[in-house]
């Protein structure tokens, strides 16, 4: 007692795991892979908006999660962002059927933009 040694049987039961956050290219590169393989039977306008898609919705959410006002805060704790977020996004996306969708890419970014306002602005 007192020497703030913790014994061997004490310590498994403890586990550190240390993940980094993601860079911005890495984001990008895994979204754009999901939804480009998604969209591939929309047809070809389509597939061109997908990076574009792809780079709004990483734009957005990286002011969000860089920008001092929508830190968390003891009143606004729920302002907590992860890629858990923009995966939201990419979820909404992936429930588009093709016979609603082909050929109109502006349908496409209308449901990124709704999908957009569903993750972020629900929370604030």
């Known amino acids: 007692m007192g020497s703030g040694k913790v014994s061997n049987r004490t310590q498994r ?7 980094s956050v993601p860079t911005s290219e890495t984001v990008l590169g895994i979204f754009k892979l999901i939804l480009s393989d ?5 047809g070809k306008d389509v597939v061109n908006i997908v ?22 805060t003891a009143r606004k704790f729920h302002y907590i962002y992860n890629l858990r977020d923009m995966s939201r996004i ?13 050929g109109n890419p502006i349908g496409v970014a209308q449901c990124f933009f709704h999908e957009s306002q569903r993750v972020f602005e629900d929370r604030l």
């Not at 998604?38 to 929309?42: D, G, L, Q, R, S």
């Not at 990483?58 to 920008?67: A, L």
């Open 13 to 19: 039961f403890f586990t550190t795991i240390a993940i």
């Open 38 to 42: 998604h969209f591939k039977n929309f």
């Open 51 to 72: 990076d574009g898609v792809v780079n709004a919705a990483n734009k957005v959410f990286q002011s969000v999660i860089k920008s001092p006002k929508f830190s968390p």
């Open 90 to 102: 990419a979820e909404g996306l992936l429930m588009l059927k093709k016979d609603k969708f082909i």
